[in-house]
């Protein structure tokens, strides 16, 4: 690092934000990318020299003031570099260092995270430790997207300080969320180890934990199911030559003597009409994005996990495409410019004549929606068009995200329903048609709105109709449905737990501990003896009244009402007697979770029935004599199936789930390093090996 | 004592507390099926046990009755 005079540090949380705001404030056309150790920073020129230095998010984490992973309750903890906390991030060493030196030749600091909890938390930890106590004289860069007028200013207006109630906030609640996870997860662990000798990690959380509660009550609602019928009475109705299906006056009956009795008196008979409603409604416009409703709205779309739209979306901002994507708020305010970025977005030809009939309107009014975010606006496209080529998941949720913008400005659809009751032999029917009379917001938002046009001839009241069939349908209750990524995020967020940065890494963490398994969640055996054991012996860790309680009041500390000492001492009094119980129960804990574990690895084998006996279980299996991998069926040790089929040595091979399109065996996936994961049809006899 | 059904501990009828949550299903399930189909216990429980939409504990459960006559 050559010397050079007094300059401004500016420390942001991430690589590519570092390169937009020194690009964004370099007014001399000489910016520069430098390097020390690997780590990159960027040197520009404004009214002094100004080094923009990234993190890689959180440089520095909570961690136990004592070494060892293999004791707990661990109560006194510290903030640390990570790689002395964690494994495998050494490189945050040579990341610290660097920014250190960059800090000792500066003379003004400028926390430039993103402006959020987690934002805050990062630049506050990095100021302090790694800057030499620099937090109390740094000052604050607040903006909601990577454009470059929009950095310009936030620089022109600095916030004076650090929003230390968020980095309150935020400390809690990492402290918080260490001193349970830590706790329950090393007395799950251990227990599990000491008693089979083979390590396991098995972790829960203060979110986690009432998540999985979530989970465990759907999955035994299902697996207890007992469907009922019932039955469905449908009439063919022809009206001007065409055949339209009208609906029994009750939609479910029970009892199959009622609904033949329906059926017979129906039969052959005419109908006449005797009821026509018509009524016009008007379908109000969406509410601009939060990052939930986002989530939902591309898991419903394209089944993209809420972790993956979340990460599309973190991309997205980061080539300042869109507004910063964590946001709660479903308000657009209207210093964003709508006009500049519709006049954007218009240089795609796609939305130039949705754009232009938008600014035609004069005055553009967004439906808002309730929920509002200190910090940033709702998810907004920034104007700016793509300067790289985007993948098509990343197109997808550009386009989806530029679309609602479009919608939310857009006037109310208006939509007629008509609802025609048919008496036929004293029965009555009901043909319902839907009609959209005026598109409004629904032609900007097109692609992605699914609202069925039944359209119906003109039909009078005393109108006779031909009933050409009377269709009777045998059908069962339904168990209630499995829920996936994007209704569990919802779930979470109605109970108020975890925040909009943490639900979908704790959704992938209960993947990744291999409680749950499959799109459709289904709890693994592990999953529910892990469950049982925290209701059994400690329910209140399990508890969504506590999880949120502890929720609001981290969210009190933002705002100066509580104090991050009083939580953290009432987190750790429950956490006490808890922590104590499951060491007094630690035997009988651990023997329950072994068995469940090995059990879990056992099913992780197994890739579907065997469907050359019929019987058995086809399991990825390894030879004794060879130590090589195989298909086999778990009937062969009873000596009634020998199938066995030859798999991949290389990579990694798991159960894909999915049956092979060609001949219905089930597949595995196999995934090889660098290589994208495929699935494959062990079968040798498959049509698709020809 | 373990569950009829699993190596769980049983609470209720012989059954583990799941199993017995999907017991009381299957019993109560029953008034539903007569009144709708007018079908006896053994019939019903035959169906049930096919039906794709039952429940894993409660097809279990039935399975199980089917061998005990209909007794828990």
């Not at chain 1, 749950?516 to 009244?545: A, H, N, W």
Request: net charge positive; aromatic share 10%; charged share 30%.
């Amino acid at each position: 690092m050559a010397p050079m005079e007094k300059f401004t540090l500016i420390i942001t949380e991430k690589p590519d934000a570092a390169q937009r705001i020194a690009a964004a404030l370099d007014i001399n056309g000489n910016l520069k990318k430098m390097e020390d150790g690997g780590v990159p920073y960027y040197v520009a020129h404004r009214d002094k020299p100004i080094v923009v230095v990234p993190a890689l998010g959180h440089l520095y984490t909570v961690a136990e003031e004592k070494h060892g992973r293999s004791y707990y309750p661990v109560f006194s903890f510290k903030w640390a570099p990570r790689y002395v906390a964690e494994k495998g991030v050494k490189h945050i060493r040579s990341w610290l260092e660097t920014i250190s030196k960059l800090a000792k030749g500066a003379d003004m600091y400028i926390d430039a995270c993103d402006y959020d909890i987690e934002g805050s938390v990062i630049g506050y930890t990095i100021l302090k430790y790694a800057c030499g106590n620099k937090e109390n004289v740094a000052k604050r860069m607040k903006y909601s997207t990577l454009t470059k007028e929009e950095l310009k200013k936030a620089y022109d207006e600095l916030l004076p300080t650090l929003d230390f109630g968020l980095i309150e906030a935020g400390k809690t609640r990492h402290e918080v969320d260490w001193l349970y996870g830590v706790n329950l997860s090393r007395a799950l662990t251990i227990a599990a180890k000491d008693w089979s000798g083979r390590y396991a990690t098995i972790s829960t959380g203060r979110v986690q934990g009432p998540t999985l509660s979530f989970l465990v009550a759907r999955e035994k609602a299902i697996r207890s199911f007992v469907p009922t019928p019932y039955w469905e009475v449908k009439a063919q109705i022809e009206i001007d030559g065409r055949v339209f299906e009208a609906k029994y006056e009750k939609e479910i009956i029970k009892t199959r003597r009622e609904a033949d009795g329906v059926v017979a008196a129906c039969k052959g008979e005419y109908g006449i009409v005797e009821d026509v409603e018509v009524n016009e409604f008007k379908q109000m416009p969406p509410t601009p994005f939060d990052i939930g409703a986002l989530q939902s709205e591309a898991y419903s779309l394209f089944g993209y996990t809420p972790r993956r739209t979340l990460d599309i979306a973190q991309r997205l901002y980061l080539d300042a495409l869109i507004s910063y994507p964590r946001t709660s708020s479903q308000k657009l305010p209207q210093s964003i410019n709508y006009n500049e970025i519709l006049e954007g977005l218009s240089g795609v030809s796609e939305y130039r004549a949705l754009v232009r009939e938008l600014l035609a309107k004069g005055e553009l009014k967004p439906n808002e929606g309730k929920k509002e975010d200190p910090a940033h606006p709702a998810i907004y496209p920034t104007g700016k068009l793509p300067e790289r080529p985007l993948n098509d998941s990343e197109m997808r949720i550009w386009d989806l995200i530029v679309r609602r913008f479009m919608a939310v400005f857009g006037e109310a659809a208006i939509r007629r329903s008509v609802k025609v009751k048919i008496k036929v032999n004293g029965h009555a029917f009901f043909l319902r048609g839907r009609q959209t009379l005026k598109e409004g917001w629904l032609r900007f938002y097109a692609p992605y709105m699914r609202s069925e046009e039944i359209l119906l001839p003109q039909i009078n009241m005393g109108q006779k109709v031909r009933v050409d069939r009377i269709i009777l349908e045998d059908k069962f209750t339904k168990p209630p449905p499995r829920y996936n990524p994007g209704s569990l995020l919802k779930e979470m967020e109605k109970a108020g737990i975890g925040t909009k940065a943490t639900r979908a890494d704790i959704i992938q963490t209960l993947y990744d501990r291999k409680y749950l398994r499959g799109e459709r969640m289904v709890v693994t055996d592990l999953g529910f003896k892990v469950f049982e054991i925290l209701q059994k012996y400690c329910p209140t860790i399990i508890s969504v009244d506590l999880t949120r309680n502890l929720e609001e009041r981290m969210d009190r500390i933002q705002l100066h009402m509580e104090s991050r000492e009083s939580v953290i001492l009432d987190a750790i009094e429950i956490l006490k007697p808890v922590v104590e119980e499951l060491k007094k129960r630690e035997t009988i804990i651990g023997e329950q979770l072994s068995h469940a574990v090995k059990k879990s690895r056992l099913e992780e084998r197994i890739v579907g029935s065997c469907p050359v006996c019929g019987k058995g279980s086809l399991m990825i299996l390894y030879s004794k004599r060879t130590g090589k991998r195989f298909i086999g069926c778990t009937e062969f040790f009873k000596g009634s199936c020998k199938a066995s089929f030859p798999l991949p040595q290389k990579g990694n091979v798991i159960p894909s789930e999915k049956a092979c399109p060609e001949c219905g065996w089930p597949m595995v996936q196999v995934k090889i390093k660098g290589k994208r994961p495929w699935t494959l049809c062990f079968n040798t006899d498959c049509p698709s090996k020809e | 004592m373990r569950c009829k059904l699993c190596s769980r501990d049983a609470v209720k009828n012989g059954f583990c507390d799941l199993h017995s949550m999907a017991y009381d299903n299957v019993v109560r399930g029953y008034e539903a099926w007569k009144k709708a189909l007018e079908i006896s216990w053994k019939d019903y429980l035959r169906e049930i046990v096919k039906n794709p939409l039952t429940g894993m504990w409660a097809k279990e459960v039935a399975e199980h009755l089917m061998k005990n006559r209909g007794e828990a």
